[in-house]
């Protein structure tokens, strides 16, 4: 049997609304849904009227998330494996290959969705995945996001729990320009999950973990202080500095997606998490030179960790 729910185009009188005040409406803070007699998913490939949502998502307690679409298909493959779920995992299909943005995968009750590169990719994503999850009745759901990132003073391999994810300004806030007004959203995420994803780091003694602060910028390039982009407007000096003051900031890696995923996530109850491993440490270069296949085992540890948080928090169930 195949690990994926089969779903195809569904009569409207078999989609069911969910009823008032049932709890997976937290995840949704937007009152002209339920004015809505269609909700289209556009990026996913899905809606209300064409899939029945709560037949297929449902049973979700596990939302990973990640930028590389390859790189989420084969966390796939490696979560069907460690839960032990029956039937081939090649017979995983992508649930959104009716379109090129986003690939998801459903393997249980996880699901693994690529998010592309940066904060407006990751944004329209979140939204298209938390009124999914609204659709089809879910409750009590895990978000993880898993990927790369460049270290600040820490030796490449290190994964970094994100205690609070910051901007540019060190700031652990995510600004959103709204009908020409900015609104401004905490990034603040789930404390209890941060220190028991490091609690489930100390029993695999694989690799080192640690809770830092994760800075999210809007370029990998000049954003992120690197030398080596088409446009440099500041000297190797100028870089050091901000990167030592990120550091004593308790900055510890540079990503490009963290605060609009904390505060998503945040302003619609749901428990999240960032987990990402070091490349490289930035103070000492901007350019990986490591073997290709040393980067492969790093980039597997946050998905090692994910996958032993959750089979843990299964057995308890």
């Known amino acids: 049997m195949a690990s994926f729910i089969l779903y195809g185009r569904v009569p409207q009188t078999e989609i069911r609304k969910g009823n008032a005040g049932s709890s997976h409406e937290q995840y949704v803070k937007n009152p002209h849904l339920d004015h809505m007699e269609e909700d289209i998913l556009y990026h996913f490939n899905l809606g209300t009227k064409t899939h029945n949502l709560p037949a297929m998502f449902g049973d979700i307690k596990f939302v990973c998330?990640?930028?590389?679409?390859?790189?989420?298909?084969?966390?796939?493959?490696?979560?069907?494996?460690?839960?032990?779920?029956p039937g081939d995992a090649d017979?995983?299909?992508?649930?959104?290959?009716?379109?090129?943005?986003?690939?998801?995968?459903k393997v249980g009750p996880v699901l693994s969705i690529s998010h592309g590169m940066g904060v407006p990719s990751i944004s329209i994503m979140l939204h298209e995945l938390i009124k999914l999850l609204y659709h089809a009745h879910c409750r009590d759901v895990m978000l993880f996001r898993i990927g790369t990132s460049g270290g600040i003073g820490l030796p490449p391999g290190t994964v970094v729990i994100t205690d609070k994810a910051v901007d540019s300004f060190f700031r652990p806030q995510f600004e959103q320009v709204v009908l020409g007004k900015v609104i401004t959203r905490s990034t603040e995420l789930d404390k209890?999950?941060?220190?028991?994803?490091?609690q489930c780091s100390t029993e695999l003694l694989n690799f080192p973990t640690i809770i830092g602060n994760t800075m999210c910028t809007h370029d990998f390039y000049e954003g992120q202080g690197r030398l080596d982009g088409a446009l440099c407007s500041f000297s190797t000096e100028e870089k050091l500095d901000y990167l030592r003051k990120a550091h004593e900031a308790g900055i510890r890696n540079i990503e490009m997606e963290s605060t609009v995923f904390a505060a998503m996530c945040r302003?619609?109850?749901?428990?999240?998490?960032?987990?990402?491993?070091?490349?490289?440490?930035?103070?000492?270069?901007?350019?990986?030179?490591?073997?290709?296949?040393?980067?492969?085992?790093?980039?597997?540890?946050?998905?090692y960790l994910v996958s032993h948080f959750i089979r843990k928090h299964l057995t308890l169930a």
């Open 65 to 85: 998330v990640g930028g590389s679409a390859n790189r989420m298909r084969s966390f796939a493959h490696f979560i069907h494996q460690q839960l032990e779920l």
């Open 91 to 105: 017979d995983i299909r992508d649930i959104c290959e009716g379109t090129d943005r986003y690939s998801m995968y």
């Open 192 to 198: 209890d999950m941060a220190e028991e994803l490091l």
């Open 267 to 303: 302003v619609c109850n749901l428990k999240a998490a960032v987990i990402c491993v070091t490349l490289l440490n930035r103070l000492e270069g901007d350019q990986i030179s490591t073997p290709h296949d040393v980067l492969v085992e790093y980039q597997q540890r946050p998905q």
